[in-house]
């Protein structure tokens, strides 16, 4: 069994966005900003990730579909302390806390100050695909495959499509398209 060792770069963006398309690009939506807790699991076969290697990917991911820049991601298992943990997973895991615009629900309660502030927002096209100029290639499959199915729902998006094939502990026959339109907010000062 052969695995291969990817270790990323902190300025790798990973996901494409352009703008969208009719009346959403002129008409802005009102939304507030929704503090998300999540723990991330990667048990990827095919490539394995340093924590730092993961995190970035994972920081580059979240930033590209709208999450506000004060995102806090802490990588699980990579303490010096825990060596015989991190041997009995199969790669780092994270602990993700962000900010990303949702629709207004009167049944939603601030986590913390400033969770909940009013913002504008529109939803815009975004697109996950093999791309070598921003860091994402067949060897990331299993890794957006995890990002779909753990982080993107939790995320303001609408007409989501997705083809991932993923082919355990080889390259060939891999393959990963995700589109779709997530909820971004107006560029202003706090995003």
Same mark, same amino acid.
């Given at each position: ?6 270790v ?50 994972? $920081?580059a991911? =979240?930033?590209?579909l !709208?999450?506000?820049?004060? *995102? ?7 303490? +010096? #302390? %825990?060596? $015989?943990?991190? =041997?009995?997973?199969? !790669?780092?895991?994270l602990? *993700? ?7 207004? +629900? #009167? %049944?939603? $309660? ?21 791309d %070598?100029? $921003?860091?994402m ?39 990963f ?15």
């Open positions: 069994m052969r695995s291969l060792w990817v990323a770069c902190s300025s790798a963006l990973l996901v494409s966005s352009a703008a969208p398309a009719g009346d959403d690009a002129r008409n802005p939506v009102q939304a507030v900003w929704k503090e998300q807790h999540l723990q991330f699991f990667y048990m990827g076969r095919t490539s394995r990730y340093s924590c730092e290697g993961l995190r970035d990917k994972m $920081r991911m =979240l930033l590209q !709208g999450v506000r820049r004060d *995102l806090r991601i802490m990588p699980l298992g990579c303490e +010096d #302390a %825990a060596p $015989r943990a991190r =041997l009995k997973s199969l !790669g780092p895991n602990e *993700l806390v962000f900010s990303s615009p949702a629709l207004p +629900d #009167a %049944a939603l $309660r601030p986590l913390r100050p400033g969770d909940l502030a009013a913002v504008e927002a529109r939803f815009e096209v975004f697109t996950i695909t093999r %070598a100029f $921003r860091n290639d067949i060897g990331d499959c299993e890794l957006v495959e995890e990002f779909v199915h753990q982080v993107l729902h939790k995320l303001a998006t609408r007409d989501v499509k997705e083809d991932i094939t993923c082919v355990p502990d080889q390259q060939s026959g891999s393959r398209f995700v589109r779709g339109e997530v909820l971004k907010g107006v560029s202003g000062p706090s995003n």
